[in-house]
T-cell receptor, first 114, second 113 residues
Framework: DAGVIQSPRHEVTEMGQEVTLRCKPI?????LFWYRQTMMRGLELLIY????????DSGMPEDRFSAKMPNASFSTLKIQPSEPRDSAVYFC????????????FGPGTRLTVL | QKEVEQNSGPLSVPEGAIASLNCTYS??????FFWYRQYSGKSPELIMF????GDKEDGRFTAQLNKASQYVSLLIRDSQPSDSATYLC?????????????FGKGTHLIIQP
């Protein structure tokens, strides 16, 4: 079975541009998580979904960030407008259930905003 | 605010020795504890999880949990160069929709051949 799929793997953009990151969770997993990793702040939870419904978006840094999950096999994280401080690796993870179930991480998208 | 603290390292251990990684957490409501390994440029991968006080062993790895002291550790026996990576401690508070993980910043482990 394929793991979590993310695209693009690398994204370089200029400040002010819109960025869209994509994620396909593992089939059958009801939970999807978006994390961001930087050297300064480590790995932080941004938002997570259960059965396509956003449950907790308290980690979303500001209104420039938005996330959607239109169906069980696809989610997007959008940044508009992007800023240099958004440069980070963005990971998507999924799990079959919530609670203490294992979260499986995708390969990540390395975002650089110039 | 939930916090997870780890010594950033680097922690240098000779090959074949025991590597000991430590983590403390601030939220007493934390119920589940995870250790992830992350190689440079790669995504985190789960090594072990533990829920109950005491030790849990899986091959060369042992997780230890002490909820009273809010402390969790990971021991790696017979350390191998391939164990060189960053080890992330993560905690989760059960219930109430709190399903996301709170991660420490990780400990960089170097196994010297």
């Amino acid at each position: 079975d394929a793991g979590v799929i993310q695209s693009p793997r690398h994204e370089v953009t200029e400040m002010g541009q819109e960025v869209t990151l994509r994620c396909k969770p593992i089939s059958g997993h009801d939970y999807l998580f978006w994390y961001r990793q930087t050297m300064m702040r480590g790995l932080e939870l941004l938002i997570y979904f259960n059965n396509n419904v956003p449950i907790d978006d308290s980690g979303m840094p500001e209104d420039r960030f938005s996330a959607k999950m239109p169906n069980a096999s696809f989610s997007t994280l959008k940044i508009q407008p992007s800023e240099p401080r958004d440069s980070a690796v963005y990971f998507c993870a999924s799990s079959r259930t919530g609670g203490a179930d294992t979260q499986y991480f995708g390969p990540g998208t390395r975002l650089t905003v110039l | 605010q939930k916090e997870v603290e780890q010594n950033s390292g680097p922690l240098s251990v000779p090959e074949g020795a025991i590597a000991s990684l430590n983590c403390t957490y601030s939220d007493r409501g934390s119920q589940s504890f995870f250790w992830y390994r992350q190689y440079s440029g790669k995504s985190p991968e789960l090594i072990m999880f533990i829920y109950s006080n005491g030790d849990k062993e899986d091959g060369r790895f042992t997780a230890q949990l002490n909820k009273a002291s809010q402390y969790v550790s990971l021991l790696i026996r017979d350390s191998q160069p391939s164990d060189s990576a960053t080890y992330l401690c993560a905690v989760k508070v059960s219930g109430g929709g709190a399903d996301g993980l709170t991660f420490g910043k990780g400990t960089h482990l170097i196994i010297q051949p």
